[in-house]
């Protein structure tokens, strides 16, 4: 039998105010009216603490979006889990957050699409929802929750990592994360307005390197690089279910936040089967569990329990097939169109955004 | 870590029990850290209230070990939780 998985993202909601042209939400958004409801959350917490999940992320779209989050926060910690809201920040009055504390949230991680107005507000597509975020932080910092900065990074935010960093000590962060954008969901409609250049890439790298050094022991930095300049693949979700799951709005329960890309496997909701018999028998969760499902190069690649053959997702997106090598790996037939892809992607200095848009009808 | 620093968990980060594994865990803002029982029996010392003198000498006496050992391993393990932001010392 697999191992209990530690983490649980739930996406409360695909509502949000904002519209990142990242959104990792799949381009297919689930509608309001076929979110779980309050009782259908509290009780897939009760099961993930049963299961042995620990960290349960409350994520989204926007999980402010959800009338009934601080309600959702104190049941989640009283099942015993570690509560963390991954928020815009948008939707949280300093009202809302004293009620949160009050519920027992643990942890907040706010994200960043830029570090003026005139970035984030275009990127978010939200006209002075970067003032608000600020308002935001400062309530956040006056109630003391720990705070963790999510600066998410693509070719056109790239130059202002050195300040975003600057912004999380000024915050009273205790980390950052320094996500560069990831292309699944929305960002693959965006590839060639985000993707950065390999100089790029080195550069954010020998920021972040920088920083490690010099802030150690007062902030720390958990770094995402620019995955298709990379030689060796992500080691995704630490693995095809061996960690974490996904919840969807509408309960289905998946491996990875970009699973449905992969249209050969199939998806059980919580809505008519328990969550530790998805985890454990789910057909998605079995379908590239542990190495038997590799094929070569991976197969024989002395790095396969490093990291399990990279990202699913990418596979299917790149090579066809959700079962090849990450194409990102050197060891990839793909590899060379890969990065000739990437290089593609980051030359196109005209390329337009599509910001991310939830049909008028399913509001 | 000097013997009047008095360690604590910061707010967001806390001992667990964890019952599916039947062992205890440290939870911080989106890591969890599995404790040996040397780990567990260090920070369920940690309350904000006790030095690391005081507490260092606990565990001296209570596992029968030289505290010179019990102080740097001690240290060691703290020091490494500070380093990832899970502890603070006044």
């Known amino acids: 039998m697999a191992n209990p998985p530690i983490a649980m993202l739930a996406e409360l909601t695909h509502r949000c105010p904002l519209s990142c042209p990242y959104c990792s939400n799949p381009v297919e958004l689930t509608a309001r009216d076929t979110e779980l409801s309050t009782a259908e959350w509290v009780s897939v917490f009760q099961q993930a603490a049963d299961l042995g999940v620990l960290q349960l992320h409350l994520s989204g779209g926007e999980p402010a979006s959800r009338r009934d989050l601080e309600e959702l926060v104190k049941a989640a910690r009283d099942a015993g889990l570690y509560t963390n809201l991954i928020t815009s920040g948008i939707g949280l009055t300093e009202k809302r957050l004293a009620a949160l504390d009050a519920a027992g949230l643990d942890h907040i991680q706010l994200s960043l699409q830029g570090t003026d107005a005139e970035m984030a507000d275009r990127i978010g597509g939200y006209k002075g929802g970067f003032a608000r975020k600020m308002q935001v932080a400062q309530w956040i910092a006056a109630i003391g929750f720990p705070l963790t900065l999510n600066f998410v990074m693509h070719r056109g935010n790239m130059h202002q990592l050195p300040r975003a960093i600057d912004m999380a000590q000024e915050m009273g962060a205790r980390r950052i994360e320094v996500a560069t954008v990831q292309f699944h969901g929305w960002a693959m409609l965006n590839r060639g307005a985000l993707m950065p250049d390999r100089a790029q890439a080195r550069e954010a790298s020998r920021i972040v390197a920088e920083a490690r050094a010099a802030l150690k022991g007062r902030l720390v930095i958990d770094y995402v690089p620019a995955d298709y300049h990379a030689d060796y693949p992500k080691t995704c979700m630490g693995g095809w279910a061996t960690t ?40 998605a969760f079995n379908a590239f569990r542990g190495t038997d499902w590799m094929q070569e190069p991976c197969r024989s690649c002395e790095r396969k329990t490093i990291d399990f053959g990279g990202c699913r997702c990418q596979a299917m997106a790149i090579a066809g097939d959700p079962a090849a090598t990450d194409p990102v790996c050197v060891k990839s037939p793909h590899h060379a169109r890969m990065r000739a892809l990437a290089e593609d992607f980051a030359g196109q200095s005209d390329a337009d955004l599509t910001w991310r848009v939830m049909e008028k009808t399913s509001e | 870590m000097t013997p009047d620093a008095i360690p604590h968990l910061p ?49 001296a006496a209570t596992f029968n070990a030289p505290l010179d050992d019990v102080a740097r391993d001690s240290a060691e393990f703290l020091a490494g939780l500070a380093e990832r932001r899970f502890l603070e010392v006044r």
């Open chain 2, 11 to 59: 707010r967001g980060v806390r001992l667990h029990y964890d019952r599916v594994r039947q062992d205890w865990v440290l939870l911080a803002p989106e890591r969890a850290v599995r404790l040996d029982p040397i780990g567990h029996a260090i920070l369920s010392r940690v309350d904000g209230v006790q030095s690391f003198g005081a507490l260092t000498a606990d565990l």
């Open chain 1, 244 to 283: 974490g799951l996904n919840v969807a709005p509408d309960g289905l329960v998946l491996p990875c936040h970009a699973a449905q890309t992969i249209k050969t496997l199939t998806f059980d909701t919580v809505r008519t089967r328990p969550l530790a018999e998805i985890w454990h028998e789910g057909a």
